[in-house]
């Protein structure tokens, strides 16, 4: 596992629209699992296996890098801190602002979102469910270019509300 691969998790699982017009979700702390993730129909390890050999491998200034985004490692997955303005927002923005990543959402019905996206090195579309205000579930299938190689890839995420307080976890800007 290297870099390059958390790099492309985050931006394929991170690049997700969430809105909160017809479902109002918590401000504060959230954590987002990632599972059932391929790459050329190949399966990968769960995002907390990924995180956890990563650990080892990322050097302090990367993981700083990774924190100024609002990316933060932590407990089964990745930690993302949401102030109430922006989950009064259409589009709550989970990715880095500086992304270039543009999310449209194509269909609202009932608890289900469909909805795709486009970054400079991925693209796709997928569904986002919303449980209740403190859990909502993803799937995403795309294309994406991490390597230099054109690739498709599919992941599954959960994300669950921790709190309000979002200790030492920063909002994105």
Known sequence: MNVR???LVMAAGLSLPLA???QMLQPGLWELTSSNMKVDNQNLPDLQLILSQLGNQI???QKAALEKQGINMGGKGIRVCLTQAQV???SIPLQDPQSG???EITDRTGNQWKFRFSCPKAQGAGVATFLSD???????????NATGIQQTGS?????VWLGQ???TVKPRA
């Open 5 to 7: 691969l958390l790099g």
């Open 134 to 144: 403190r859990e909502f579930n993803t799937t995403v299938n795309g294309t994406f």
């Open 101 to 103: 990543c543009k999310q």
């Open 155 to 159: 992941m599954d995420t959960r994300a």
């Open 20 to 22: 909160a017009q017809a």
């Open 88 to 90: 009064q927002t259409d």
């Open 165 to 167: 307080d979002c200790g």
């Open 59 to 61: 050097t302090p200034e």
